[in-house]
């Protein structure tokens, strides 16, 4: 399974292999932003408002279509963990002009975070392991619905959203409860403590097929500048970390 950071045979489900991928930055992605690149008015209008700058930029980037805003990025602000397994892989932003806003940088990066999932996705389904739904579970599933959306539209599947909002504590209790057996008030197995302990909240994102056709066209020229720029075809990104590592040094 080319890209992934690693595998663990009944690490999770006994019977059952799990695979670990995952993306470099998604949430400090949006962090990063907010704090280096949003002018003050935002600010004072999120203020004024009682909304936090997120909230704003939701808001606003909602009110955008798909395609709209002539944008498209790479999610690499922290490298590409999977696939490319590459630390030195850094951000890029095409399409911007001087009519460009906050929002529409926002949304592109909400995007490309949902690009980098899908192509985690088509890399197991290339290899074997067929992805047939998606769960999310931590803080980004509360906090920004418009996430959740494109995500859904982006990869093209329902996306189901855990009950919990402390996910990584209830596995904790739950394999505590498995620990504990049921002679002791716990449960055998892990099945047997998930069937219990956990369940998943009616909500439900479904993807919109107008807004996948789009993106579908977007996605095919984020695998291109992927490849090209994460493949080795153009190594800039490399030349420009190892020329800015130079001139500090000196």
């Known amino acids: 399974m080319p ?8 690490g999770i489900v006994p019977g059952l292999f799990g695979y670990e991928a995952g993306q470099s930055c998604v949430g400090d992605h949006f962090a990063w932003f ?13 203020a004024a408002r009682g909304v936090s700058i997120h909230e704003l930029l939701e808001e606003k980037a909602g009110r955008l279509r798909p395609g709209e805003s ?13 696939v490319l397994v590459d630390v030195d892989l850094t951000g890029l ?19 490309a975070t949902a690009y980098g999932t899908r192509m985690i996705i088509e890399t197991f389904e290339a290899n074997g392991v067929p992805v047939h739904e998606i769960v ?3 803080g980004l599933p509360d906090r920004n619905k418009l996430l959740m959306q494109i995500y859904a539209d982006v990869s093209g599947r329902p996306i189901k959203v855990g009950a919990s909002g402390q996910g990584p504590a209830l596995g904790s209790a739950m394999h505590g ?28 994102y479904t993807p919109n097929p107008q807004a996948k056709a789009i993106y579908d066209q977007l996605y095919s ?17 490399k030349r420009l970390k190892a020329l800015k590592a130079e001139v500090l040094r000196k």
Not at 34 to 46: M, Q
Not at 70 to 82: I, P, Q, T, Y
Not at 183 to 198: F, N, R, W
């Open 34 to 46: 907010t704090e280096n690149c949003v002018p003050g008015a935002y600010e004072r209008e999120a």
């Open 177 to 204: 409860a498995v620990a504990a057996g049921q002679a002791a008030g716990g449960y055998d197995s892990i099945v047997e403590a998930a069937q219990h302990m956990a369940r998943l909240r009616d909500e439900l």
């Open 70 to 82: 002539g944008l498209l990025a790479l999610d690499w602000w922290n490298g590409n963990r999977s």
């Open 3 to 10: 890209g992934m950071c690693g595998y663990v045979e009944d």
């Open 221 to 237: 020229d984020y695998v291109a500048l992927h490849d090209y720029f994460g493949r080795g075809a153009n190594d800039v990104m």
């Open 136 to 138: 999310a579970t931590g």
């Open 93 to 111: 932003l095409v399409g911007a002009t001087l009519a460009t806003k906050p929002e529409e940088i926002y949304r592109a990066l909400i995007e």
